[in-house]
């Protein structure tokens, strides 16, 4: 009992969740780089349909988050100032496991551009999210080219972001 009340005062309580649903749901493996991404297809918050095989042809940014994750909610204002500033990529969150006032109250307060699709778990499973934040980059193919479980800063993204159009314009 001693070593489990250790753990809890070392990773905290929301932390000791995170772990635990790491662990139900097989844990920190990722989409890998060359696969296709899975269809995705849904409503936005504004009631318009969404199919992610509609952006074909451009680089696209798929970020899984959900409204209690407090790491999803720190980077919620990068990934906007992201998508403002490279227009030349798509950018779609894909809000799991929230309820939808909720997820409307997040894109008001970060005035978040880019299209919000709330996903179910089969969903989340598909893109090998079992843990929030999920970021992906995906090419012109709709093929992963990058993938990050877990936060990330704006800084980092706009690096792989700048790198990969540099790259592909070649």
């Not at 932390?15 to 936005?44: H, K």
């Not at 906007?80 to 909720?102: K, N, Q, T, Y």
């Not at 307060?109 to 992906?136: L, M």
Request: charged residues 20%.
């Amino acid at each position: 009992m001693d070593t489990f009340r250790t753990i809890i005062r070392a990773v905290g309580v929301a932390g000791l969740l995170g772990i635990l649903v790491v662990s139900l749901l097989g844990g920190g493996e990722s989409l890998a780089e060359g696969s296709a991404a899975p269809r995705t297809v849904g409503r936005t918050l504004d009631g318009g349909a969404f199919d992610l095989a509609t952006w074909q042809g451009q680089p696209v940014v798929v970020n899984l988050w959900a409204t209690w994750c407090a790491p999803c909610v720190h980077e919620l204002p990068e990934f906007a100032a992201a998508a403002r500033r490279h227009e030349d990529v798509r950018f779609v969150g894909l809000a799991a496991d929230s309820p939808r006032d909720a997820i409307e109250r997040m894109v008001a307060r970060f005035q978040i551009p880019y299209p919000i699709v709330p996903i179910d778990g089969a969903t989340q499973q598909a893109w090998k999210a079992n843990a929030v934040p999920a970021t992906y980059l995906l090419d012109g193919d709709g093929k992963v080219v990058w993938s990050v479980l877990g936060g990330i800063t704006g800084r980092d993204l706009d690096a792989v972001l700048t790198k990969f159009v540099t790259t592909t314009a070649r």
